[in-house]
């Protein structure tokens, strides 16, 4: 035997003088074999020479939290796009459960690193989650990469961030929580500035003994770790 061709929607060999064909639909056209089906799921076919033999309709389903994830990630004014290797049909299906209105469908993963760019090119901040290996390129385009814990080493290896009990409820906490810490630090940076401002200001003039301004910064310092603290008290309570 031997394999004439790998794609990443297909591949073809050669066995005892018979082709072999394996892809999705459009492979199969690409190679000139018939295939005019209806199937709303993602289709793998084998075919020998130009006759079909076999096919799978494969259909993924929601995980557990999607909609719900989706929606609350849209309400704190993100743009969600999909970007999926399935077709049309399917991805339009997907969209339309989770109330994701910008679809990119069939695509390979060097057009979805294409999609990174552009946006990224138009000054947009680029947040992308990936669950395969086929993401693994878009991931190491974006400015922030997420990546769930079961995926490829490539895929976890090109990612900022892994949601390691791979629930997809986790990427809104994570976005949440990190807008949290960044409001977070910038409120200790300003208390912290302005605390300083004042203890020095009052010192220079000798309002303040080096008694005081000891316990002055001890007390900087405690001001910022308890404003840290809050974090996940408001973080466990929503």
Known sequence: SEIKNIEARGLSAVYNNDKIFGGNVEFMREMNINCELNCSGSIFIFAINDKIVCLFELEDQLKTGAIECIKNMQNLGLNVIMCTGD??????????????????????????????????????????????????????????????????????????????NNKITS????????????????????????????TISLA??????????????????LIVIGNSMRIKRVFKNG
Do not use: C, H, W
């Not at 940076?189 to 605390?195: D, M, Q």
């Open 171 to 198: 990427l809104y906490d994570t976005i949440k929580l990190s807008q949290k810490v960044f409001r977070n630090i910038k409120q200790n940076l300003f208390f912290s500035l302005l605390y300083n401002f004042v």
């Open 87 to 164: 077709n049309k049909i399917v991805a339009n299906s997907i969209a339309k459960q989770t109330g994701i209105t910008k679809i990119y469908s069939s695509m390979l993963p060097a057009q979805k690193a294409d999609i990174v760019s552009q946006l990224q090119s138009k000054g947009e901040i680029v947040i992308t989650v990936g669950d395969g290996i086929n993401d693994a390129l878009a991931l190491s385009k974006s400015n922030i990469a997420i990546a769930m814990g079961n995926n490829s080493d490539i895929t976890v290896k090109t990612s900022d961030i892994i949601l390691i």
């Open 204 to 221: 220079v003039l000798g309002y303040v003994i080096p008694v005081v301004a000891a316990i002055s910064m001890s007390l900087s310092s």
